[in-house]
């Protein structure tokens, strides 16, 4: 129940700020504020889970990642924790599925991260 609650507020965010495509390393959808240190970021690894092109033509890929030990709470107060699902819109073509791609997130704030390593495209 928890994990469902994550992803509702996930896809809620994503709804109203929207989310560019991740295209490189230190780019991220959810741009991460410069003014936080190094000690605020938790380095994990992600998986792309999905990837398609809508109706629209648009291509969009799924980024997920594991978000622990950080002290971020959702509107109930509890700890977010779990799977987190990242939609990215607006790339470039279809994204390898299931590769895996090195990104910090913000321990206080884990929607906002950055990527360390590329996403690959076909």
Not at 82 to 107: H, S
Request: charged content about 15%; glycine content about 10%; some cysteine.
């Amino acid at each position: 129940m928890k994990n469902l609650k994550n992803l509702i507020l996930v896809a809620a965010l994503v709804l109203t700020a929207g989310c560019d495509g991740i295209l490189t390393p230190a780019v991220s959808g959810g741009e991460a504020s410069n003014t936080q240190t190094a000690e605020n970021w938790v380095e994990t690894v992600g998986v792309v889970t999905d990837s398609a092109q809508m109706p629209d033509g648009v291509f969009a890929y799924t980024l997920q990642y594991e978000v622990v030990g950080g002290h971020a709470v959702n509107r109930e107060g509890d700890l977010i924790q779990g799977p987190l699902p990242q939609m990215i819109f607006n790339a470039p073509g279809l994204a390898v599925k299931g590769q895996k791609v090195r990104l910090r997130y913000a321990a206080d704030e884990p929607m906002n991260y950055r990527l360390l390593d590329q996403i690959r495209f076909h």
